[in-house]
């Protein structure tokens, strides 16, 4: 039997620190802080909801993140 992957560590770092950001500012900020996955997305965007340990999704309308969270 393979071993179960382990669950990738979630930076210690607030979503909401991010939100009123430049989009760019604040996906550089993240990668810096340790997120392994960030990803930008519309604030209507239709998603999945998979939860990724690991993944900041940034809401960026205008060029600003409106909405930020976790998985």
């Not at 690991?54 to 969270?69: D, I, K, M, Q």
């Amino acid at each position: 039997m393979a071993p179960l992957p382990r669950p990738q560590k979630t930076p210690d770092d607030s979503p909401d620190a991010y939100v009123g950001l430049d989009a760019d500012a604040a996906e550089r900020q993240a990668r810096e802080r340790g997120w392994a996955t960030v990803r930008r997305l519309a604030p209507d965007a239709v998603i999945t909801m998979e939860h990724m340990p690991g993944r900041l999704n940034l809401a960026v309308r205008e060029g600003s993140v409106v909405r930020c969270w976790q998985g």
